[in-house]
């Protein structure tokens, strides 16, 4: 790096945090030839990125919020990569108060979108563009190339698109893995659907898992053989290839299989939950998402777990209930981890287009699809396929309805039931798996026992309900033996 070349030019971008996925970012900036101007509160950090990586590309270590401003050239662009809540309010306060109309500053973390909402809101205010930016890939693609999803205004995108363009993830075509999600906080939104879809992807998975290892008796190595065959097919992505991986790993102390030396324990960092809660509000049922999240949440509950099992309540073996030979099974659980995926995948879109209408959004769903076709951790094979659907005008009322996957879910029909089923009578939990089949045979009811709860809610609560025959609000006058007595229209 020329010292003195670069005391005489501005920066290009600055980036504040330079933990693992901050300092990756402004290495892969500084690989793609922008001058990068750094701060990190804690000044080490900020030298052993110099120390470390500093051939890498041109970049300027500041000393503090104002000393990165004053280095960086007009509009100012800097990337905020530090913990949510708390330590990003800080950053973006300091930031504000440095920077002068038609500056920008970029959260890269995982915000919660209302937050990034009303400081989009209030920073707009003050004349600066404030884009909530969703990154996906962990420190590898921070470093080699992530899947971006940033919100904020056209007028931050003009200036922002290039840079982000060039610094993500390719799809097999070539086209970037980033486009402009839409205004104000749909780019955090996005993002967090993404980490929902993401929980039920691996919850899934860890299902079919637990399927062959307690139900099939198989060994880890035996099942990693199963997904890595998996992958070769439609199941292609990479949660399936690192679950091989995983499963084919030693652990060097003990000998054993890694995977029977962990806790099984999982931990949640928020976005799932914010998900489904999000969700409930809108409203939008995404129950596969829910119970992956809810099934963390068991995970963690130990004590209880193993004050249960001491209690001995009654119950089977865990062994899978049926006369099939061993590859139809496996076969069995394919189809169903296939149909499941593709249900989750729907709720986590439907759930987008819903908040999208509700928050005034332009999300273009086909171009979300592609974007995580690369870079991120639910990228997979079948994305084409869903931003095919979304292009063609074929899913705009539900990814279901798109021929490709309607044909895919009735092929699995048989397959998907029996492993629910299956499952059930052995004793082992697939709370993902029975959720969506239960999802999707919901949408094909054509009457649900809804109208049930809505005469019990009208009874014990007054709370009114519709009917079949005639529009308008109606309430029973209900005698205190239970029996109406009249309709009452409001």
Not at 4 to 30: E, F, H, P, T, Y
Not at 58 to 83: E, G, N, Y
Not at 377 to 390: C, E, K, V
């Amino acid at each position: 790096m020329d010292v003195m070349k670069n005391q005489l030019k501005k920066a290009d971008i600055g980036v504040v945090g330079l933990a693992a996925m901050g300092s990756n970012l402004a290495r892969n900036l500084a690989h793609h030839g922008y001058y990068v101007a750094v701060f990190n509160r804690s000044s080490w950090r900020t030298e052993e990125l110099l120390k470390n990586h500093g051939d890498e590309g041109d970049f300027i270590a500041t000393d503090s919020i104002a000393d990165l401003v004053t280095h960086l050239k007009a509009p100012r662009t800097v990337i905020i990569m530090v913990k949510a809540g708390a330590p990003t309010q800080a950053m973006i306060d300091q930031l504000a108060d440095a920077m002068e109309p038609g500056d920008i500053i970029i959260d890269g973390g995982n915000t919660y979108f209302e937050d990034t909402m009303r400081r989009e809101k209030e920073l707009r205010a003050r004349g600066l563009n404030f884009v909530g930016c969703g990154i996906s890939g962990g420190e590898e693609g921070a470093l080699h190339g992530p899947s971006m999803m940033p919100g904020g205004s056209d007028d931050a995108w003009k200036t922002l698109g290039p840079i982000l363009e060039s610094i993500s993830a390719k799809a097999e075509d070539g086209s970037p893995c980033v486009t402009h999600i839409g205004e104000n906080g749909a780019g955090h939104f996005v993002k967090m659907v993404h980490n929902g879809i993401e929980y039920a992807d691996m919850q899934l998975i860890a299902e079919s898992y637990d399927l062959m290892r307690r139900g099939l008796g198989l060994q880890p190595s035996q099942i990693a053989d199963v997904f890595s065959q998996w992958d070769k097919g439609d199941l292609n992505s990479y949660l399936v290839e690192i679950t091989a991986e995983i499963l084919r790993h030693t652990d060097q102390k003990t000998g054993k299989p890694f995977i029977d030396i962990v806790k099984d324990e999982a931990d949640m960092k928020g976005t799932g939950t914010w998900t489904v809660q999000t969700a409930l509000s809108l409203p939008v049922p995404v129950p596969s998402i829910a119970e992956a999240v809810f099934d963390r949440g068991l995970s963690e509950r130990h004590e209880l777990r193993e004050m249960v099992q001491k209690e001995g309540l009654p119950g089977p073996q865990p062994c899978y209930v049926t006369e099939q030979t061993l590859q139809d099974i496996i076969e069995d659980i394919r189809q169903a981890l296939y149909a499941s995926k593709i249900i989750a995948y729907a709720q986590g879109f439907d759930e987008i287009s819903n908040a999208a209408q509700q928050y005034n959004w332009q999300i273009d769903n086909a171009a979300v699809a592609r974007i995580w076709r690369n870079g991120c951790i639910i990228r997979a094979q079948f994305l084409n396929r869903i931003s095919d659907a979304y292009e063609s005008g074929s899913a705009n009322i539900s990814l279901l309805f798109d021929t490709y996957f309607k044909d895919v879910l009735e092929k699995a029909q048989t397959s998907w039931r029996r492993v629910v089923a299956g499952a059930a009578l052995g004793g082992i939990p697939v709370p993902a798996f029975a959720s969506s089949l239960t999802y999707y045979d919901g949408l094909r009811s054509d009457r649900l026992p809804a109208a049930l709860i809505q005469g019990q809610r009208d009874l014990f609560g007054a709370h009114t309900y519709g009917r079949v025959d005639e529009p308008g609000v109606f309430h029973t006058l209900w005698t205190e033996s239970g029996e109406p007595e009249i309709n009452m229209t409001r």
